[in-house]
């Protein structure tokens, strides 16, 4: 027979292990607000997706078997475990199309962010170091520029200059740089400020050592957080691109080409556009937290730290 001696300290057990339970949760959820695991973790996924694909990928991306065509995923009654994520409308399997369009979407967003970033960060020092008509002049190309409707001047340039992987890139470099420049620009009237950069004007320093010393270090910071936010932007325009047939030429494995392709079939083969409008959400949305983590992490008044 239990006793109230034993019943106390069974139930005092009890409440000092679910309080330890509730402790070690709560870390956990601190740890996952402190630092952006989950970002991180689609991100390293989509990096090695892109530079593994030919072995990660269990078919050929490009391939058709026209009598496996709209096999629903393995998951599924009448589905197969030969393709975990079903095939499209002409037998392709979805998972290794899903995988190599990893690789075309990464080639394209680092190829024209590389370019935009050289011009925009460069045009951004100019302008906020000079100040005056440079600034003007540098400003109001800008406004311009960023007034343009971006769609339609790339379907004019994909209807002049045909579509292909190029020409993709020179479009979206062509949209890359304004953030840059607004971005630095800003940055760069708060730093040139400083004393430090007085005192090194004072003693003669040239312009070319104060940009690499002081102006480009300052606004360090600044490029990583846009570059980053910048990726998951120039992804999702990739997608819509090609989705509206301005963008990678079929049969080429691009997320946007194959929720493009697959719009004709959602009623009978959802998963073919499914799949690949959630890689982009994924990737779009773990790039868009790291972004902010970053400016967060960067900036003292906006540090989000227990």
């Given at each position: 027979?239990?006793?109230?001696?034993?019943?106390?300290?069974?139930?005092?057990?009890?409440?000092?292990?679910?309080?330890?339970?509730?402790?070690?949760?709560?870390?956990?959820?601190?740890?996952?607000?402190?630092?952006?695991?989950?970002?991180?973790?689609?991100?390293?996924?989509?990096?090695?997706?892109?530079?593994?694909?030919?072995?990660?990928?269990?078919?050929?991306?490009?391939?058709?078997?026209?009598?496996?065509?709209?096999?629903?995923?393995?998951?599924?009654?009448?589905?197969?475990?030969?393709?975990?994520?079903?095939?499209?409308?002409?037998?392709?399997?979805?998972?290794?199309?899903?995988?190599?369009?990893?690789?075309?979407?990464?080639?394209?967003?680092?190829?024209?962010?590389?370019?935009?970033?050289?011009?925009?960060?460069?045009?951004?020092?100019?302008?906020?170091?000079?100040?005056?008509?440079?600034?003007?002049i540098i400003t109001r190309l800008v406004d311009i520029w960023h007034?343009?409707?971006?769609?339609?001047?790339?379907?004019?340039?994909?209807?002049?200059?045909?579509?292909?992987?190029?020409?993709?890139?020179?479009?979206?470099?062509?949209?890359?740089?304004?953030?840059?420049?607004?971005?630095?620009?800003?940055?760069?009237?708060?730093?040139?400020?400083?004393?430090?950069?007085?005192?090194?004007?004072?003693?003669?320093?040239?312009?070319?050592?104060?940009?690499?010393?002081?102006?480009?270090?300052?606004?360090?910071?600044?490029?990583?957080?846009?570059?980053?936010?910048?990726?998951?932007?120039?992804?999702?325009?990739?997608?819509?691109?090609?989705?509206?047939?301005?963008?990678?030429?079929?049969?080429?494995?691009?997320?946007?080409?194959?929720?493009?392709?697959?719009?004709?079939?959602?009623?009978?083969?959802?998963?073919?556009?499914?799949?690949?409008?959630?890689a982009i959400f994924l990737t779009v949305m773990s790039l868009n937290?790291?972004?902010?983590?970053?400016?967060?992490?960067?900036?003292?008044?906006?540090?989000?730290?227990?």
């Amino acid at each position: 027979m239990i006793t109230s001696r034993e019943q106390i300290a069974v139930t005092r057990e009890a409440g000092s292990d679910a309080t330890k339970n509730w402790q070690q949760l709560r870390k956990y959820w601190r740890f996952f607000r402190r630092w952006p695991v989950l970002p991180v973790v689609v991100i390293i996924a989509l990096i090695v997706s892109a530079l593994f694909a030919s072995l990660i990928a269990p078919h050929d991306p490009d391939g058709q078997t026209l009598r496996d065509r709209n096999t629903p995923p393995a998951t599924f009654a009448d589905g197969s475990s030969k393709y975990w994520l079903g095939t499209d409308h002409l037998g392709r399997d979805v998972l290794s199309r899903v995988i190599h369009g990893a690789r075309i979407s990464l080639t394209v967003a680092g190829v024209s962010l590389a370019s935009g970033l050289v011009l925009g960060v460069t045009l951004g020092l100019l302008a906020g170091w000079y100040g005056g008509k440079t600034d003007e002049i540098i400003t109001r190309l800008v406004d311009i520029w960023h007034a343009l409707p971006f769609l339609l001047v790339a379907l004019v340039v994909v209807s002049l200059f045909g579509g292909s992987l190029g020409v993709l890139m020179a479009v979206l470099a062509m949209v890359s740089w304004v953030n840059f420049v607004r971005s630095v620009r800003a940055e760069v009237f708060v730093v040139k400020s400083q004393d430090y950069v007085q005192i090194s004007k004072v003693f003669g320093a040239s312009t070319f050592r104060i940009f690499a010393k002081h102006l480009i270090p300052g606004v360090l910071h600044t490029i990583l957080v846009v570059a980053t936010l910048s990726v998951g932007g120039l992804i999702l325009t990739e997608a819509t691109l090609s989705f509206l047939g301005a963008g990678i030429p079929p049969p080429t494995s691009s997320w946007g080409l194959m929720v493009s392709e697959g719009r004709d079939y959602l009623t009978d083969a959802w998963w073919s556009s499914f799949f690949p409008g959630l890689a982009i959400f994924l990737t779009v949305m773990s790039l868009n937290f790291l972004g902010d983590w970053l400016r967060d992490f960067n900036d003292p008044r906006l540090r989000q730290q227990a």
